[in-house]
């Protein structure tokens, strides 16, 4: 990919996250990959990765290795390092994607709030999800108020809410939509309706390690 890499770090609330715009090439491949792992039944079982997860959704499978490095060099690598960079001054020495994979959700699927990874210090982390497919008639739960509707919303979740400071950050997936954030920010995603019960909204995420030139590492 020779195009220019766009994305925003943005704060809302103590924690600070980052945000782009999905490649068009990566969303065929991602896309062709994940259709590939459904039409073959020993690809399902070889990529099925819902033990290792907590959602509660019709299917999770690990995204193919080749296709996630193709994309970790060519865009998720510089964005990675500058959000790094943009709050840590040390030269990186590797970036590691510790597992990636796909979530594919139907009408009525949620995730509980959950958190990735735990902190551990030296050892920095980085999650994010981003969007592949939402479907057309996603509609809102039943009795969801029309003040307070979160139908289908991601929700990040960070401190203790007062006055001052607001603790929610809620995203309404979009296609080619991408968010990357630290490991331990907690956050849930709710159930969606639909007019078609097999509709699919499909996303994927994957965890990133970052490890510091030994000479020139964080103190804290």
Request: with cysteine.
């Amino acid at each position: 990919m020779k195009d220019k890499i766009n994305f925003k770090i943005f704060k809302p609330f103590g924690s600070s996250m980052a945000r782009a715009e999905l490649p068009l090439e990566l969303l065929k491949d991602f896309k062709e990959d994940l259709k590939k792992i459904k039409a073959d039944k020993k690809k399902q079982k070889d990529h099925d990765w819902g033990e290792r997860l907590v959602g509660h959704v019709a299917e999770e499978y690990l995204i193919t290795p080749e296709i996630m490095l193709k994309w970790k060099a060519a865009f998720f690598d510089p964005i990675i390092a500058s959000y790094t960079n943009a709050h840590i001054k040390h030269k990186i020495k590797s970036i590691l994607i510790n597992s990636a994979w796909y979530v594919i959700s139907k009408p009525g699927d949620y995730n509980p709030c959950h958190r990735h990874t735990e902190y551990v210090y030296p050892n920095y982390h980085l999650s994010c999800v981003g969007y592949l497919q939402i479907p057309d008639s996603m509609i809102p739960t039943d009795n969801a108020k029309q003040h307070n509707d979160f139908s289908g919303q991601t929700e990040f979740i960070e401190g203790s809410e007062n006055m001052f400071a607001d603790v929610n950050y809620r995203v309404m997936p979009e296609v080619r939509q991408w968010i990357l954030f630290p490991n331990n920010l907690s956050h849930v995603v709710y159930p969606f309706n639909s007019t078609n019960k097999d509709d699919e909204r499909i996303s994927f995420s994957f965890n990133a390690t970052i490890n510091f030139d030994t000479d020139n590492a964080p103190t804290n």
